[in-house]
């Protein structure tokens, strides 16, 4: 079995622990992809200290010239995207066309970065004196902790770390203990293109290590995605120490579907974003509102189809759904359905752990369609991230509307419909960072804005410009050419009238 290490001050070195943790694939929990490292506060500090030089050194680099090594990213990635997509698929379990889907993003996410290094503008403006001028531009903040969750393990870290690199930071990256294989191959590719070495630390271990790194007094910025309940600690902290912090955290997202959509790519919709990723995305379909003049029929098709979905290894050709990262995992989704069911909904299909030759090895769950819930029902309003999806029905649009709005969290909605004037009042009026209009909650482009609004975020996004804006400070500069003292909103261009 492979033994992997850190990345820490140029080195592929040991845990100062000496501990090491095994990462299993979850489709076959008797295939050990390798150990590694349960790091602590030690390697943390050696991390952190490491990247303050590499700080040093790449902030005084060209933002162009930083651009570019993110460009020699992109290319490795490309050529490696099948490799990428194959050992992903092993670690974290989902089928292979989403992690190459996956690894897509971390390229899309790095040639966009590659130009925004040409693109880091501040403002020059007219100052409201004479012969002086007033302008805005970006300085990088300094190392960044990078805490990543498992189930985007290459895009969501590329998110985080591209941007922040191309503003000049440094980072210290933990991938979530789950999938820590993909995170050490990132950063290999990442130095391979160029990154000078002392600007990237991979730390691994479990949340021990995200606490050291958050709590570190050198890492000004920090950019966690995760579950609200870990967000809110790292908030807490963050707050405590005035820095500035970046929460991607949790959805409870619904699909709405009216009574003149088109049923057969509302099917489609529905089967995509309730079970790819056997349910475990933060914009996970997992809440389905029916139009009461569609409802039996749609529910009906839509039940055949989830019974209809093949569950396995996401490396076998074939395979629709894949297991869930862990045991636990599998754990909470039981509960849910126990939960469901004490409340009266209606258990239409899955609700157990899926058995069979090729799967009792894994951690896999069928798909699970409960009908007849109501607003406010735990299944309806809290978190699963499992194959679960909660049917409920309406023929009030403002009820639907208030269904969706009706949960702590915010980040995805979704409405099929031919009506554009309804398509227009959903984007108006519903309370999610993201809505989309005749496709299910999930998909991201890499250069428009990603995240949730309510318990989801803090007001942070990823992707897009706006992201540029959360790496990197802005400074102004005025420059006085006048010659003589020109004071700010008492001496105008007419003069003052002493
Ligand atoms: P998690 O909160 O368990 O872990 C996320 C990361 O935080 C891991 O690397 C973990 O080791 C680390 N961590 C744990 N305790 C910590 C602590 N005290 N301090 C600092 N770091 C700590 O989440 P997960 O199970 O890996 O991922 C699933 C969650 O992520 C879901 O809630 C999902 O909705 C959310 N998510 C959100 C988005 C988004 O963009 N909004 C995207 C993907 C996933």
């Known amino acids: 079995m492979k033994t992997f290490q850190n990345f820490i001050a140029g080195q592929w070195v040991a845990p100062a622990t000496g501990e090491y943790f095994e990462n299993v694939n979850p489709a076959d929990r008797s295939d050990v992809v390798g150990r590694f490292p349960l790091s602590g506060t030690e390697d943390v500090n050696r991390a952190v200290a490491s990247a303050k030089r590499g700080f040093a050194q790449w902030s005084r680099v060209a933002a162009p010239a930083r651009g570019d090594v993110l460009r020699r990213v992109g290319d490795l990635l490309t ?42 503008s501040g403002r020059t403006v007219p100052s409201e004196l004479a012969n002086k001028w007033a302008m805005s531009f970006r300085q990088p903040i300094g190392v960044a902790g990078i805490i990543t969750p498992f189930n985007f393990p290459l895009a969501i870290p590329t998110w985080k770390m591209f941007p922040a690199l191309v503003c000049g930071n440094a980072c210290v990256f933990k991938p979530a203990e789950d999938v820590p294989h993909t995170g050490a191959v990132l950063v290999e590719i990442m130095l391979e293109a160029g990154l000078p070495p002392e600007v990237i630390q991979l730390v691994h271990g479990a949340g021990e290590v995200g606490r050291a790194i958050v709590e570190h007094p050198d890492v000004p910025v920090v950019s966690f995605t995760g579950s609200t309940e870990t967000g809110r600690m790292v908030g807490e902290t963050c707050g405590r120490m005035h820095k500035r912090l970046s929460l991607e955290m949790g959805g409870k997202n619904a699909m709405i579907v009216w009574e003149d959509a088109d049923l057969d790519l509302a099917l489609e919709g529905v089967l995509w974003g309730a079970f790819g990723t056997t349910g475990q995305r933060c914009t996970a379909t997992s809440r389905l509102v029916l139009h009461d003049r569609v409802h039996d029929e749609f529910l009906s098709r839509l039940v055949d189809a989830a019974r209809g979905l093949t569950l396995g290894d996401g490396r076998k050709k074939g395979t629709d759904v894949g297991p869930l990262i862990h045991e636990d995992s599998r754990k909470k989704v039981e509960r849910y359905v126990d939960i469901g069911q004490a409340v009266g909904a209606d258990l239409l299909c899955g ?5 069979g030759k090729s799967l009792d090895d894994g951690f896999f769950f069928e798909p699970t369609i409960f009908a007849r819930v109501r607003a406010g029902q735990r299944i309806e309003q809290e978190e699963i991230f499992g194959p679960v999806l909660s049917v409920l029905r309406t023929s009030s649009v403002d009820e639907a509307f208030a269904i969706n709005n009706g949960v702590k969290y915010g980040l995805s909605s979704s409405l099929y419909t031919r009506d554009v004037n309804l398509a227009f009042r959903a984007m108006n009026e519903l309370a999610n960072g993201i809505t989309y209009v005749n496709a299910p909650t999930i998909g991201a482009e890499a250069h428009l804005p990603f995240g949730g609004v309510k318990q989801t975020g803090n ?25 003589r003292l020109q004071r700010a909103q008492i001496d105008n261009y007419l003069g003052t009238p002493d």
């Not at 992903?88 to 996410?109: A, F, H, N, W, Y």
């Not at 609700?351 to 058995?355: E, L, N, S």
Request: aromatic share 12%.
């Open 79 to 120: 050529q490696r995207k099948a490799e990428l997509a194959d050992l992903m698929t092993r670690e974290m379990g989902k089928p292979l066309r989403e992690t190459s889907g996956d690894v897509q993003e971390g390229i899309d996410t790095a040639y966009y970065a590659a130009t925004m290094g040409r693109q880091l």
């Open 459 to 483: 007001g942070h996004r990823e992707g897009g410009w706006e992201v540029y804006e959360f790496y990197s400070e802005t400074k102004v500069g005025y420059v006085d050419f006048s010659g």
């Open 351 to 355: 609700g157990r752990r899926a058995a």
